[in-house]
């Protein structure tokens, strides 16, 4: 709502200075200390008017008016070039007046460049996260040939960092990509990099075949340059709209972007699997503006065989870059019996400030969404990770939730069944009474 009023604003504004420029261009010319480029102001009078009406007119979605705002912006670079141009001629001692009349015009129409950028850069970002968002909310998977899904059973296979690959009702899936080796340096932002300490359990070309990526945000040890060079850029990844919008810039078109509680759906033979977006926060106060945005993800799988009514098999939550916050709370009431969750832990510091759970936020984690089973993942591979797995189990003996952890060293899996009140019988169990 903000950003349409701004841009009528600025499309009145626009309309305004046009007649102006193009009634009076004598009187204006004087008015700035510019003699003599009448002609000039009225041709930049037709150019204000014609991006006001586009910018009233224009629909209000971002990318129309990012086209209006930016010419905007290259009327802006005449106007302030034809002033400098006013400026730089008016050398002689009876031109100090009109110097000061140019220099109270530049100091006039120099905010005004200044929100014409700002509102420009901001609705080009706009535009191309809105570019990545789907358009169609189901994605439909061929489905293997294997027969129907098990939704009995499941696997998580730790490769390292906040990598899984989660095998389960058919899906196969790819969480939060990292195949950077021991002694690689990942970047970090604003020019800050971390080293890997530890290998990867395998390397990227030995993944098995991929359905999708889920991607918590867009950041080097979460999607790495190797991934971006040798990762099936035709492989659909769901994750925020800032990570989409820079996936799709390097050729991953098939990157989804959603909002906090938005929920986009795969559909793989008689598997349905409901992924909504959770609420992250990377980082505490105005560090969070500083970081890329984080979402963590509700994964509800559904059986669809025989009447088709989505009956849920198995609800599992990943927490994503995430510290604990007060939005936090709403996901226990809208996402009761969560089965498993992946934790994203390693009290990550940048510059001393923590930006994701350490020992004691992972404990906070468990009470407040109440899993049946929990893994910790993102806890032991890079130097800025300050909280290791040692003091989580600490912090969970201590806490009595030892039993409901599970842990998973670098190439080790997890195997775990669906529960029973919840999953689907087979034909067979319905035939036999069970």
Do not use: C
Not at 373 to 381: E, G, L, Q
Not at 384 to 397: I, M, Q, R, T
């Amino acid at each position: 709502m903000v950003g349409r009023r701004l841009a009528r604003a600025l499309g009145w504004f626009s309309v305004g200075l046009g007649m102006a420029e193009v009634v009076a261009p004598l009187r204006l010319a004087k008015l700035i200390g510019a003699p003599g480029h009448e002609w000039l102001l009225r041709a930049m009078g037709l150019r204000e008017i014609m991006a006001g009406v586009g910018l009233l007119t224009a629909r209000p979605d971002a990318k129309p008016l990012s086209k209006w705002m930016l010419a905007r912006v290259g009327g802006d670079a005449i106007d302030l070039a034809l002033l400098g141009a006013a400026f730089n001629s008016n050398k002689g001692w009876f031109d100090r007046k009109r110097r000061a009349r140019t220099l109270a015009a530049i100091g006039a129409v120099a905010p005004v460049v200044a929100v014409d950028i700002i509102y420009a850069r901001r609705l080009t970002r706009q535009a191309t996260e809105e570019a990545a968002r789907p358009r169609n909310k189901t994605l439909r998977l061929p489905a293997t040939a294997a027969g129907s899904p098990d939704f009995e059973h499941g696997s998580i296979f730790f490769v390292g960092t906040a990598t899984v690959i989660l095998r389960y009702a058919g899906f196969t899936i790819l969480t939060d990509p990292n195949f950077l080796h021991q002694g690689d340096h990942v970047h970090l932002g604003y020019g800050l990099t971390s080293e890997r300490l530890t290998e990867p359990a395998l390397d990227i070309d030995e993944l098995p075949p991929v359905d999708f990526v889920v991607l918590s945000h867009y950041h080097g040890d979460h999607f790495d340059q190797i991934v971006e060079r040798r990762l099936d850029k035709r492989l659909p990844i769901i994750t925020t709209h800032h990570a989409a919008a820079k996936l799709r810039a390097k050729g991953f078109r098939e990157a989804r972007g959603l909002e906090t509680w938005e929920t986009f759906t795969v559909e793989k033979g008689d598997a349905r699997l409901r992924i909504t977006s959770m609420p992250g926060k990377h980082g505490p106060g105005v560090v969070n503006f500083l970081l890329p945005p984080v979402m963590g993800s509700m994964l509800e799988f559904e059986s669809m065989s025989h009447e088709g009514t989505g009956e849920k098999a198995l609800r599992l939550y990943i927490t994503g870059d995430t510290l604990m916050h007060d939005e936090l709370k709403d996901i226990p009431r809208r996402f009761p019996d969560i089965d498993l969750a992946l934790l994203h832990l390693g009290g990550t510091r940048i510059l001393g400030v923590l930006v994701t759970m350490d020992a004691r936020q992972g404990v906070e984690m468990i009470r407040l969404t109440n899993p049946k089973k929990a893994v910790p993942i993102h806890y032991n591979d890079y130097a800025v990770f300050k909280s290791p797995l040692e003091d989580f189990v600490k912090a969970v003996e201590e806490a009595g939730l030892t039993d409901r952890i599970a842990y998973l060293s670098h190439g080790e899996t997890h195997e775990f069944e669906a529960p029973a009140i919840r999953r689907r019988p087979r034909p067979t169990e319905r035939a036999a009474g069970r």
